[in-house]
């Protein structure tokens, strides 16, 4: 039985996928590696298959024609074998010591027949051309050591939200809500990180440094410079979180969920806006304002909690020239923090 499969989602990615799927392959025999190669143009699927031979009870090497990063997630759901379920990308890497203990961990709520809905660990910022890092934890945000559920957690603040790189689910968790995310679309993994939590009842925070976010190439997706070319695909992620839930009805249940998942739609609109502000024009505030009539539309208790009664307020209804200020100095200032580049 495979504990975990890891995704690793290949697009010309020769460069440097050797580095994240042998840290993976520390795991051993515990461990399933499906690389899927996103219709590369380069040496990536010749790579996979090579694992693929070499490792054949343990790296599957999967074939697609080019549907992007949310595809490549997709096909890895489609075929994990694994109990659960993560996502490397094939420019970041696992740290050994974190993946042994994540393995130990798991071993020891299968055999108590205990085994959570997710595990949370943390992921830290690698700026290779520097040698810094920078952690993000959630040390003041949930129990450690422990299992939990959501009214156990402590409210997240700023920025602080549960990305993708923390988050591990239960496969069958996954299958259970039905995730699916949209081909030939950057930043779906803010959707991998929102959809599932309903779904997720009981979690477990093991505090150590397991993923290890790559920070340095000039095109990556967190860079402000490219924020220009691709504000409409964060328009659209944007739009299906906010369409994927009614948070009143999740209120109902979990007031603690409900309280988090607002407060991660409300950084993600502060994002968008900065996808907007970034280099603004006519035609990206008009979208912008057709985001909001959408969200109105849809959900107006949503639209007045993003908009107007949350602390994004402040920001998203600024005057245009000083909301705009206040928003790129704010996500400068965070990426120089972490250093995004």
Not at 43 to 71: F, L, M
Not at 174 to 189: A, E
Not at 252 to 281: G, Q, W
Not at 301 to 314: D, E, N
Request: charged share 25%; glycine share 6%.
């Amino acid at each position: 039985m495979k504990l975990i499969t890891f995704a690793v989602p290949s697009y010309n990615s020769e460069a440097y996928m050797r580095n994240c799927i042998d840290s993976i392959l520390k795991g051993g025999e515990d461990v399933e590696i499906i690389i899927v190669d996103d219709g590369s143009k380069d040496g990536t699927g010749k790579i996979a298959d090579e694992y693929e031979a070499a490792y054949p009870t343990i790296c599957r090497a999967v074939h697609q024609e080019n549907g992007g990063h949310g595809e490549g997630v997709n096909q890895g759901i489609r075929h994990a074998t694994g109990l659960y379920y993560k996502v490397v990308d094939s420019d970041d890497w696992v740290d050994e010591t974190a993946l042994r203990t994540v393995l130990d961990t798991v071993k020891k709520h299968l055999a108590e027949n205990t085994l959570p809905d997710m595990y949370v660990t943390n992921f830290v910022y690698e700026h290779v051309e520097d040698n810094t890092a920078f952690a993000r934890k959630f040390t003041k945000n949930m129990p450690t050591g422990r299992f939990f559920g959501w009214e156990d957690t402590k409210p997240f603040k700023g920025s602080s939200v549960l990305l993708m790189h923390a988050l591990m689910y239960k496969t069958d968790v996954l299958r259970g809500c039905g995730l699916q995310l949209p081909k030939h679309t950057f930043y779906v993994d803010n959707i991998f990180a929102y959809v599932p939590l309903p779904y997720v009842r009981k979690m477990y925070y093991i505090d150590v440094d397991f993923y290890r976010y790559y920070i340095g190439r000039a095109d990556q997706s967190v860079n402000m410079s490219v924020f220009a070319k691709r504000t409409e695909q964060q328009n659209r992620v944007m739009r299906i979180m906010a369409d994927a839930y009614d948070i009143r009805e999740i209120k109902k249940e979990s007031p603690r969920l409900a309280k988090y998942m607002l407060h991660t739609l409300a950084c993600l609109m502060i994002v968008t806006l900065t996808f907007t502000l970034a280099e603004p024009t006519k035609e990206k505030y008009a979208a912008l304002k057709e985001l909001w009539a959408h969200i109105k539309e849809k959900d107006r208790w949503l639209h007045g909690k993003l908009k107007y009664r949350s602390y994004p307020a402040i920001y998203t209804y600024l005057p245009r020239p000083v909301g705009r200020f206040v928003i790129v100095q704010g996500y400068k200032l965070t990426a120089k923090k972490v250093k995004l580049g």
